[in-house]
């Protein structure tokens, strides 16, 4: 998916696709979303690509970049290392998404990295995001086995090889420091 957040990094020259394995120097994307702004860049532009989500998100396709890094944002992860980000308690945040796909080609790629964002702490503050279990009726999207890194605004870790415990403290560890005792 192409933004507007795209729009100033590719402004700046921080974007610029040249190390790219597939599509050098093109910016892919299966959609557009966002302002007029970001369709007047894309419209006629070389440097923009569309295709279908079946090519954007194979997992062949993707982990024939080197170096492939997929960031993705969670609700929950608990502290096995599933991932809940398409639902919380019976609500639904997004579609199917591209997750489990990048999931699978990031980690496939050579040195490919699959990062985990999230809050460490529920909107409400009165929750953490890091949790012994997911929340009933939360949207599961990735298993714990193929959870590389996971960050919060307290640190990352990465939970590649870790055992249950180790998983476990680790998380901990970038948990909110309000909830780090209780949990």
Known sequence: MLTDSYLGLIRS?????????????????SYCLGTRELFDFVHLNPFVELYPVAYTNDPNVISRHGRMISIHEAVEVDFTGLVCASGHRGRIYTGVGGLVDYMRGTTR????????????LTPDGQSSGIVPSITPGSGLMAS???VQYVVTEFGWTNLHGKSLRDR????????????????
Do not use: C
């Open 13 to 29: 020259g921080a974007v610029t696709n040249e190390r790219k394995e597939i599509h050098r120097k093109k910016i892919v994307a």
């Open 168 to 183: 476990t403290i680790a998380l901990l560890e970038i948990s909110h420091p309000k909830f780090r005792q209780e949990l």
């Open 109 to 120: 790629s050579p040195q490919g990295r699959f990062i985990v964002t999230l809050h460490s």
């Open 144 to 146: 714990r086995a193929a």
